[in-house]
């Protein structure tokens, strides 16, 4: 089995990618991970595989790992789920994806020849010989000397137009069949451009470049509709809400995002969490941050899975280590510092109570809503 290194669908990985520190990144990660596949305990492969996932989101080899271990444990939906993500994230190991054994059984798939030919692209728009992303005895290159910091920009006002919505808006969606609830934070540009997770600097240049998905979108009779990049196209009804800046399309409710007045106001407990249920199989993750007025924070995650058929059940479960530091908010970018001076930067913005504007109620953070609660006792 061969491994590259290493965005958002509710399963087993991402659930268990709770477990593991944003700063913490243990060397030889990606071996270990080899060698837990190699002795087919796929499960810690997987927890493994997404704690990865969840430090560096767009690596595109990280998602690749993931498609084979989902391909091994007999899961070739989530398979093929993560081999699309790994594509658009710009994966480019052509070869590697023809002749790896570990998808053999995800090649006769009919969404398999669509991944296949993003990959070539990918790999024609950037020859290069094999990634050095692959996992091979090499030494470690040495990272560039960090850009020069330059302010970035802000979004555009949110508010609906007569040409649809602009600037940012929080997306909400509950799938029935799994019982959870999709959260994704959206930014319509005022050029006519939409951006799905989209990161702190909102220049076109800088969204551009980023992974998430993006496109164009347009508004006509009463219908939204959207040309993704990859050349898929969504549209549906475009309903506006009673206070004129949020709506509804595609299943979704879109509420709209201001930014934050004052960061020194958001102090607190928070919690937010994820959760999915397939029949037989569920979990949840839990996220717990702890944003304290003198600058401090703690940071802690949690992850559960159970599978119970007619002949057996498996329960896994996990807790990180809470993380532990300073904090510091600006605009739309709240920044965790941990102990050993490393950084980790997330889009968050606070939402206000509606009974009480003074007091937040919800934080966004880590790309999911966190609710503002009593610390629980010690």
């Not at 058929?309 to 941990?338: M, N, R």
Request: hydrophobic content about 40%; overall charge neutral; charged content about 20%.
């Amino acid at each position: 089995m061969r491994f590259t290194r290493g965005r958002r669908l509710i399963c087993l990985g991402v659930l268990l990618a709770a477990v593991g520190g944003t700063f913490a990144q243990p060397a030889g990660d990606l071996e270990k991970m080899v060698q837990l596949v190699a002795a087919r305990q796929l499960t810690e492969a997987r927890t493994l595989c997404a704690q990865l996932i969840e430090r560096e989101p767009a690596e595109s080899g990280h998602r690749y790992n993931l498609a084979c271990i989902e391909a091994l444990s007999g899961f070739p939906t989530l398979a093929l789920d993560s081999l699309e993500r790994a594509a658009l994230l710009g994966f480019k190991e052509s070869q590697l994806l023809q002749e790896d054994e570990d998808l053999s059984t995800v090649r006769q798939s009919p969404r398999f020849p669509a991944v296949a030919q993003r990959v070539r692209k990918n790999a024609e728009s950037a020859p290069a010989p094999m990634s050095a992303s692959v996992v091979a005895a090499r030494p470690p290159s040495t990272p560039p000397a960090p850009p020069a910091a330059v302010a970035p920009t802000l979004p555009v006002a949110t508010g609906l137009s007569a040409h649809g919505p602009v600037g940012l808006q929080f997306m909400t969606r509950f799938w029935a069949m799994t019982g959870s609830l999709e959260q994704v934070l959206w930014y319509f540009s005022a050029d006519g451009r939409v951006y799905r997770e989209p990161g702190a600097d909102f220049s076109r240049s800088a969204l551009d470049k980023q992974a998430g998905e993006k496109g164009a979108y347009s508004l006509a009779g009463g219908q939204l509709a959207i040309s993704w990049d990859d050349g898929t196209k969504t549209s549906s009804a475009f309903e506006p809400d009673r206070s004129g800046t949020g709506f509804g399309w595609d299943g979704a409710i879109f509420t709209p995002v201001k930014e934050p007045a004052d960061w020194a106001a958001v102090s607190g407990y928070f919690e937010g969490g994820a959760s999915f249920s397939t029949g037989r199989a569920s979990g949840t993750s839990v996220s717990a941050l702890t944003l304290l007025a003198d600058g401090s924070f703690v940071w802690s995650r949690s992850g559960a899975v159970t599978s119970v058929s007619t002949e057996s059940g498996v329960y896994a479960g996990s807790i990180g280590a809470p993380t532990q530091g300073t904090w510091k908010g600006a605009g739309y970018l709240l920044t965790l510092i941990g102990p050993d001076g490393r950084q980790a930067d997330f889009v968050s913005f606070p939402l206000m109570d509606r009974r009480d504007h003074a007091k937040v109620a919800m934080l966004f953070f880590n790309g999911s809503m966190h609710l503002r609660k009593d610390p629980p006792r010690r």
